[in-house]
């Protein structure tokens, strides 16, 4: 399994950063390679997109998303893959600091190979900078989402 962690420093409060990432069906505007994610329920969603020229579809399942701090998801069907965004506001409440840490099973030699050339590293990087473009450009959120989703076995205290 190969991880990466990228981070940009977003110039909107962490509320704006936070609603927007959670409007996944908006993805495609700023990620490259995805096709469409289609949000199926408060939990699911359903991924496609091209890597290294192969069309992958996938379900994932949010496995624990707080509001305004973090969402982490997890690949239950299709390509492996899992992870979490974190989001941290600067002292002055302007702007975000938004991390993006992934894991993911390269399948295939086209894939295996575009890992070891680090373009899911660089994909990544640049899917955050178009992210930052894409909110500071609009300046505020195109919907939101602000429920929560708790790890299987936690109870509401």
């Known amino acids: 399994m190969s991880t990466i962690e990228k981070s940009v420093q977003v110039g909107v409060p962490v509320h704006t950063a936070y609603d927007q990432w959670t409007q996944f069906e908006s993805f495609p505007q700023f990620m490259e390679g995805v096709e469409s994610v289609r949000q199926l329920d408060d939990k699911h969603l359903h991924w496609k997109a091209e890597i290294g020229g192969v069309t992958r579809e996938w379900d994932a399942e949010i496995v624990h998303?707080?509001?305004?701090?973090?969402?982490?998801?997890?690949a239950v069907e299709g390509a492996h893959n899992q992870g979490t965004v974190s989001f941290?506001?600067?002292?002055?409440?302007?702007?975000?600091?938004?991390?993006?840490?992934?894991?993911?099973?390269?399948?295939?030699?086209?894939?295996?190979?575009?890992?070891?050339?680090?373009?899911?590293?660089?994909?990544?990087?640049?899917?955050?900078?178009?992210?930052?473009d894409f909110i500071e450009s609009r300046g505020t959120e195109t919907g939101a989402w602000r429920g929560e989703v708790k790890p299987t076995g936690e109870v509401n205290r």
């Not at 998303?65 to 997890?74: F, G, K, L, M, S």
């Not at 894939?111 to 990087?125: A, F, P, Q, W």
């Open 88 to 132: 941290a506001q600067d002292e002055m409440g302007k702007a975000t600091r938004v991390t993006l840490r992934l894991e993911y099973e390269p399948e295939g030699m086209v894939e295996k190979t575009g890992d070891m050339l680090n373009i899911v590293d660089r994909r990544t990087k640049g899917d955050l900078d178009r992210f930052k």
């Open 65 to 74: 998303q707080v509001p305004d701090e973090r969402i982490t998801w997890r």
